[in-house]
């Protein structure tokens, strides 16, 4: 599925393969068997340099919904009041985001 993904984006931005490869400074080879479902396990640093080059960001390269709940629940509220407690503002909580879509999508994988 991410291989579908590179190859819609990339194209869509009038980009080959050989000049995604040099701007992410990532190996032709590589994305070639990404492209291709052949290699299908990237790490979240491929990930992330791949969704940069191609002006994206990781859940929309890896497929991934983002979905807003109405009503958070308690504890939910809690921690997030914790996180701000902390000095986690929500431009950190947007890195923590892309871990965690990244996370879930190598369990869906498995």
Same mark, same amino acid.
């Given at each position: 599925?991410?291989?579908?993904?590179?190859?819609?984006?990339?194209?869509?931005?009038?980009? !080959?393969?050989?000049?995604?490869?040099?701007?992410? %400074? =990532?190996?032709?080879?590589?994305?070639?068997?990404?492209?291709? #479902?052949? %290699?299908? #396990?990237?790490? =979240? $640093?491929?990930? %992330?340099? @791949?969704?940069? =080059?191609?002006?994206?960001?990781?859940? !929309?390269? @890896?497929?991934?919904?983002? *979905?807003? $709940?109405?009503?958070?629940?308690?504890? &939910? /509220?809690?921690?997030?009041?914790?996180?701000?407690?902390?000095?986690?503002?929500?431009?950190? =909580?947007?890195?923590?985001? !892309?871990?965690?879509?990244?996370?879930? &999508? /190598? *369990?869906?994988?498995?």
């Amino acid at each position: 599925m991410i291989g579908k993904k590179i190859v819609e984006l990339r194209k869509k931005r009038g980009m !080959t393969l050989s000049e995604l490869a040099e701007k992410a %400074n =990532i190996s032709k080879s590589y994305i070639s068997g990404l492209e291709r #479902n052949i %290699n299908d #396990n990237p790490s =979240i $640093q491929v990930i %992330n340099k @791949i969704a940069s =080059i191609l002006e994206v960001d990781v859940t !929309t390269l @890896i497929g991934a919904e983002v *979905k807003h $709940q109405e009503c958070l629940e308690t504890e &939910w /509220q809690e921690f997030v009041r914790e996180l701000k407690a902390t000095g986690i503002d929500k431009d950190k =909580i947007v890195e923590y985001k !892309t871990l965690i879509e990244f996370i879930k &999508w /190598q *369990k869906e994988r498995d």
